[in-house]
């Protein structure tokens, strides 16, 4: 038999208590000083996009308030050097609407921003977002529709920065490793893989 699911609104709100005020509430329609404050101490966000092959999620990383806020309702982020699938930014010229998930170590709770994206080449905004290492080519730049602080129970339950919980790097195959026994059948024979320590240093050189 297939598992039993929920099919409405109904269904889904009759399983829980109704939302308190304060959790209603608290989405904003732009970025208040603590939104901004939070996003200038944060050193990771996660972007939420959607296009035609589906959802995805990319961490995005850097010097903490590496995100820049140009008003309470633009927000830019530098593309910096990846992968090249650029699924993100197919996502975005595909479907504009974008999630943001803010994170600060050390910090329970979390920041959420909501809003549509483009791609933007223009000089101001490339210039507004170099860093030491490079200009880049281009920025996802968000216009904010919502903003809300997250409560802290997730990283709470977790225990996220918890450095006693922290698993050692050997607790996992090297990246080369795994992408050998994933995609080996799959690319031309006799491709090397890199080892951990060659894998860290190409990052290193690309950061």
């Known amino acids: 038999m297939p598992p039993a699911t929920l099919t409405s ?85 595909h479907t504009p609407q974008v999630g943001l998930l803010f994170l600060v170590p050390g910090v329970d709770e979390t920041l959420r921003v909501n809003g549509t994206a483009v791609l933007s080449v223009d000089p101001a905004d490339l210039r507004r977002c170099e860093d030491v290492r490079r200009v880049p080519k281009l920025v996802i730049r968000v216009t904010v529709q919502a903003s809300y602080l997250h409560c802290a129970k997730a ?8 450095p006693a919980l922290h698993q050692p790097r050997t607790c996992m195959p090297s990246m080369g490793e ?28 690309t950061l």
Not at 48 to 67: E, I, K, L, Q, Y
Not at 182 to 188: F, G, L, M, R
């Open 9 to 93: 609104l109904t269904e889904l709100r009759s399983l829980y208590d109704p939302v308190r005020e304060r959790s209603a509430a608290k989405e904003l329609p732009s970025l208040d000083v603590h939104a901004r404050r939070f996003i200038a101490l944060s050193p990771l966000v996660v972007l939420a996009t959607g296009g035609v092959d589906g959802m995805d999620a990319s961490p995005r990383g850097g010097a903490p308030g590496f995100v820049q806020v140009v008003d309470d309702h633009t927000l830019l982020i530098a593309d910096s050097p990846g992968n090249n699938r650029l699924d993100t930014l197919q996502n975005v010229l």
């Open 155 to 162: 990283l709470m339950r977790s225990e996220l920065w918890n």
């Open 178 to 205: 795994m992408l050998r026994d994933q995609v080996a059948h799959k690319v031309t024979p006799g491709t090397a893989f890199e080892t951990q320590e060659q894998m860290l240093e190409r990052y290193r050189q």
